[in-house]
């Protein structure tokens, strides 16, 4: 007799259907760390990554017995499912402003020079600031390929697209992110030379 | 010409390497993993009697109704039945004694 632990996922679905909450819990443990993940990324905070996670398995768990294989693994319906709670928290706060992903990027001491440190957070920080002026769905394809460290066939069938495709995008989100980041470090240098220039060059004209 | 090309893939590389130091993955609280499978979990238990007793509640309708339509066939055979059987002993005595003296 196998432990939940050692059987696969459409078999632990199974009994997860029939209303099996063991079976259940067992996906939950799963699952749970990777749709935190996702949606951290997504969201940009902890606490509404905790909401948005515990929306997504209260919803899979109301519409498992539903749940029809198409031949997608179940991480790909969990997936789709925190994918449109996202895009529903997003929409929801369009107008207010986005917090910064403040703890993923924020208090990494990794033991070295703490100068070197601040720079590489503050590189972090900006390379953040550029991934999440993506589109959704390139988002989506990062966070699968660095955070889940998924290939592109797996990525391909969580984002329903094709191997090819999801290797083509990927290749032209990279490059996209690459110009959008160089161009964001060189206007925040030229920010900080015009900064400099009004505080020493014309002290008498900052007001106040 | 493969100078510059090898240069652009150095540069991707590089760029892929800030992007792995960037995007690591993160540990949910253990508090919030938890509590929140505490909370599923409830809710599923919560809600199994109520899917087994309508499970037991359908049979026991499907048991009842089979067993009425029995009942109602059965009745209605022997209404017929006895019905035959009265019209006969009727017609019996009838041509016995058509004047209906006994």
Do not use: C
């Not at chain 1, 398995?57 to 790909?76: T, V, W």
């Not at chain 1, 529903?88 to 403040?102: A, V, Y």
């Not at chain 2, 240069?7 to 993993?33: G, H, I, N, W």
């Amino acid at each position: 007799m196998k432990t939940l632990s050692e059987l696969s996922d459409e078999e632990i679905l199974a009994q997860a259907a029939q209303g099996d909450g063991e079976a259940f819990g067992a996906l939950y443990a799963r699952y749970v760390g990777r749709i935190y993940n996702y949606i951290y990324y997504r969201t940009g905070n902890a606490y509404d990554a905790e909401d948005l996670t515990a929306r997504v398995f209260y919803r899979a768990m109301r519409h498992i017995s539903n749940y029809r294989d198409r031949g997608l693994p179940f991480s790909a319906w969990l997936y789709r499912i925190a994918h449109n709670l996202v895009a529903n928290w997003h929409r929801d706060n369009s107008r207010r402003k986005e917090i910064p992903l403040e703890e993923s990027v924020h208090g990494r001491y990794t033991g070295g020079h703490p100068e070197y440190d601040l720079l590489q957070l503050e590189e972090q920080e900006r390379l953040m600031r550029v991934i999440r002026e993506l589109t959704s769905e390139r988002q989506q394809l990062l966070i699968l390929k660095f955070v889940e460290h998924m290939s592109n066939a797996e990525i391909g069938q969580i984002m329903g697209r094709s191997e090819g495709a999801v290797k083509s995008l990927y290749h032209r989100t990279l490059l996209a992110l690459r110009d959008e980041y160089d161009q964001f470090s060189l206007d925040g240098m030229t920010d900080v030379v015009d900064l400099g220039t009004v505080e020493l060059g014309k002290p008498g004209s900052m007001p106040g | 010409m493969k100078t510059a090309f090898k240069q652009r893939t150095k540069d991707l590389q590089d760029f892929e390497a800030r992007l792995a130091a960037t995007l690591k993955p993160v540990s949910p609280p253990d508090e919030f993993v938890r509590g929140l499978r505490e909370k599923l979990l409830a809710e599923i238990h919560a809600t199994e009697p109520e899917k087994r007793l309508s499970t037991r509640q359908l049979a026991l309708i499907f048991m009842a109704g089979l067993l009425s339509v029995i009942l109602l066939v059965v009745a209605a055979i022997r209404t017929i039945v006895s019905l035959v059987l009265s019209l006969r002993v009727v017609s019996g005595l009838w041509k016995r004694n058509p004047r209906g003296k006994a």
